[in-house]
């Protein structure tokens, strides 16, 4: 199994408000984070449960960019 990690862009400020609503998105795990940038890991590799994560974090407002990576 492989994961997929993304890196999150976000409005400054907004690191708060898009941690959580990123925190509740099942299977989406947070790594790690910067004042403009979160990287979080999608525990599954199956192509739905990955594209209904992505789903769900671009309808963030503060959101700007998604840039998913697969791992091996």
Request: charged share 30%; no cysteine.
């Amino acid at each position: 199994m492989s994961i997929v990690s993304v890196i999150v862009e976000m409005r400054s400020g907004a690191g708060q408000a898009v941690l959580a609503r990123l925190r509740s998105i099942p299977k989406v795990r947070v790594f790690g984070w910067t004042e403009k940038q979160v990287v979080v890991v999608v525990e599954d590799d199956d192509a739905k449960v990955l594209a209904r994560a992505l789903k769900e974090v671009r309808t963030i407002e503060e959101v700007t960019a998604v840039y998913p990576r697969e791992t091996p």
